[in-house]
């Protein structure tokens, strides 16, 4: 397995992807603990205020825009933000960056034939 195809391990593994211009995080184990915070605060809250913002919006329909700004800042407030990098971890994902995002030639753009 390459050393990109491995993660930098922890309870949120982190993919360090190399691309033309620099490099990609990829954070999918933190997009899945983020939905299911998601959805967590809007099935099992007691405070419903989630559940009223989503009936809100869909409520408003076609009539008018609605502004989803209340709903957003409520449930990022409660959807998990931080990934902990245990031990070596820290020191892995920055040796991964390093390596991954030193000075290479960029490929040129080939000729329409």
């Known amino acids: 397995m390459s050393d990109e195809q491995k993660p930098v391990t ?8 190399t691309i033309p211009a620099g490099v990609v995080l990829d954070l999918e184990a933190l997009t899945r603990l983020v939905v299911g915070d998601v959805i967590n605060e ?15 919006a869909a409520d408003s329909g076609a009539h008018e ?10 449930l990022t407030e409660r959807a998990s933000s931080r990934v902990p990098l245990y031990g070596p971890a820290a020191l892995e994902l920055m040796l ?10 960029v490929p040129g753009q080939r000729d329409a034939a």
Not at 10 to 17: A, C, N, Q, S
């Open 65 to 74: 825009e609605y502004n989803g700004e209340l709903l957003e800042q409520h």
């Open 42 to 56: 809007l099935l099992h809250a007691e405070d419903t205020t989630a559940w009223d913002l989503l009936h809100q």
């Open 10 to 17: 922890g309870p949120i593994p982190i993919y360090v992807r």
């Open 96 to 105: 991964k960056l390093s390596r991954a995002s030193a000075p290479r030639a």
